[in-house]
Structure formats: structure tokens, C-alpha cells
């Protein structure tokens, strides 16, 4: 009887010592994904450490992706998973630690985080970051006015299937995923393409001074120069297709095995850490030139495919 008093004393201790997680934008997959790897102990991905306590809506209303799951999400977080949902942002910051912006539309991310920003809160920003390349430099500098650690990825930057390509001497990257578009972003690549622009990137690092894009109905090809003389490229697909990537280098050239997605666990993994304290897992300078690979890319298609410098 007293084994039994002491694990579950130890076990509500140990509930009672979880972050408490919140999220702003019930309008994705993600909010419910999370809460199942985070807030379940029997998922077979389950991360210790936070728990997401409550929830905002938000939601876009002349988005269908948005306005036809907002309340589906909401609904299962608050059933399912034991979230509270919240009338406004300054309420869910009176409850929670640290916040996860979910929103699945970039437009709204610069005023929900000027709004989370005020609570002086750690922030993962889902993606997209946001809409735009002058969207994402202001969360940035609003960031730094209010001293707010923060940091945004797509879970393809913690695939299982990125090591294996990290070759000694790699001169280039051919990427490759699915292209969806949606009209109302003003960086076309951010809605779904930004995952595969993130694997270019996790491979090649910063560096890229000039961008080419290739448009048509159901393909497009994006071809960056890096500043050192290697080539990294992105082909996206449409509407839908796996992802994965070629590495090269002067000895080896090697491709994925596999899709490379492979769940959340690594993205949560390193929020969870994050969030205790930890550095960020992406430098906020990799993330605003992935933005400024994108701005230039749309240039590019604007003008018919001709070379763009990044700004």
C-alpha cells in the first residue's frame, strides 16, 4: 500500500513538473498531432517534459483550409487531450510557459506573435514563419525588442534520413517534395514548398547569393548559387509527392532511401528542449535567408525565370 501511495505520488510530482505548453492556431493537423505525442505517456513516440494545457482558435476565415478545421481541432484538443480553450492570446499566457504558433496560415504569425511577444514567453513558430519576407524580419526584430527566444522549422529539418546524406565534401543538393499552392500567400513557396527549401538548407547551410526558378503547372525547379560555388536545388511536384534528396559531392553521390518524413518526434524533441532552456536547434539567421531564398524565387518566376540576387 505504501509502494502504491509513493509511484503515485511520484507520478503526479512528475505531471505536476511538465511545461505547460500552449497553442495559438487550432486551424492544423499539427495542434492535435503534438498534443498526442506530448500529452498521451502511451504514444510510442511520447516526449516527457510538457504538456500543451490550453488552446487559442484563431483560424483565417477566407481560407477553407483554415475555416473547415479550426473547430474540428478544437474540439478534439478540448475532448481528447484535456486542453482548455481560451477566449483570446493574453488569456492563454496567463496559463502556459511556453507558446507553439500553430496557425496555419503565415498572414496572421507577425500580430498573434507581436501579441505572444508580450508575454516574454519561449515561441516555436510552425511553419510558415510567415508570409512574407518583410513578415518574417519584423518577428524577428519584434523578438529581439522583447528579449522573446524563439525559433521555427519544419519537422524535415529532423529527419531520419538526413544524416546519411551529410557527405565529406558535399558541392550540392537536388531536394525534392510535394508544391501545393494557396493563392492569398504572398510567398508562394512558404504554403508547402518551404519544406523542401528547409531540407535544401539543413544539408547545404547559409550562403546562397542567387536564385533561378523554372515554372509550370505541375512541376517547378528552384536552383540556388551559393557564394562558395555549389548548387543547391529544389524540385517541387503537383498537387502532391514524397520527399527526399540527392547529395552530392567530388566522390560520392548518394540519395534518400525513403521518404523522409518521418513524424514529429524529432521536431518535439528539440521544442522540448528548447524550451527548458536549451539553444535553438536553427540559427535565426538560416531561417531569414531560407525567406530571402523564397522572396528571391518568387522574383524570379515574376520576371520569367531570370537570375535574382537575395535581398
Request: one cysteine or more; hydrophobic letters at 40%.
Amino acid at each position: 500500500m505504501r509502494l502504491l501511495f509513493c509511484l503515485t505520488a511520484l507520478a503526479v510530482a512528475t505531471f505536476a513538473a511538465d511545461l505547460r505548453l500552449g497553442i495559438v492556431g487550432t486551424d492544423t493537423s499539427h495542434a492535435t498531432a503534438f498534443a498526442s505525442v506530448l500529452n498521451d505517456p502511451a504514444h510510442k513516440d511520447h516526449i516527457p517534459g510538457a504538456r500543451i494545457v490550453a488552446a487559442y482558435k484563431g483560424g483565417s476565415p477566407d481560407l477553407k483550409e483554415s475555416s473547415e478545421r479550426v473547430e474540428k481541432y478544437a474540439e478534439e484538443l478540448r475532448t481528447k487531450y484535456n486542453v482548455e480553450i481560451v477566449p483570446d492570446i493574453a488569456t492563454l499566457l496567463t496559463k502556459v510557459d511556453a507558446v507553439l504558433l500553430e496557425s496555419v496560415d503565415g498572414r496572421p504569425h507577425l500580430a498573434q506573435f507581436r501579441e505572444i511577444a508580450k508575454g516574454g514567453k519561449p515561441v516555436f513558430i510552425d511553419k510558415p514563419l510567415a508570409s512574407s519576407l518583410a513578415d518574417a524580419r519584423m518577428i524577428a526584430k519584434v523578438a529581439k525588442e522583447n528579449k522573446v527566444r524563439w525559433f521555427s522549422a519544419s519537422s524535415l529539418r529532423f529527419s531520419d534520413g538526413i544524416p546519411a546524406l551529410r557527405l565529406e565534401g558535399l558541392n550540392g543538393v537536388i531536394a525534392w517534395g510535394p508544391g501545393p499552392m494557396e493563392s492569398h500567400q504572398q510567398l508562394d513557396l512558404t504554403w508547402y514548398g518551404i519544406h523542401t527549401v528547409e531540407t535544401l538548407y539543413t544539408l547545404m547551410g547559409q550562403g546562397c547569393v542567387e536564385v533561378t526558378r523554372t515554372f509550370a503547372p505541375d512541376a517547378e525547379v528552384v536552383t540556388g548559387k551559393w557564394k562558395d560555388g555549389r548548387v543547391g536545388t529544389i524540385r517541387l511536384n503537383r498537387p502532391y509527392s514524397g520527399f527526399g534528396a540527392t547529395a552530392f559531392s567530388p566522390k560520392v553521390i548518394k540519395s534518400s532511401e525513403k521518404d523522409f518524413y518521418s513524424g514529429y518526434k524529432g521536431l518535439l524533441k528539440e521544442i522540448v528542449l528548447f524550451f527548458q532552456g536549451g539553444k535553438a536547434p536553427v540559427d535565426e539567421a538560416e531561417t531569414m535567408e531560407m525567406f530571402a531564398f523564397m522572396d528571391a524565387a518568387q522574383r524570379s518566376r515574376e520576371a520569367g525565370g531570370a537570375p535574382m540576387a537575395l535581398r
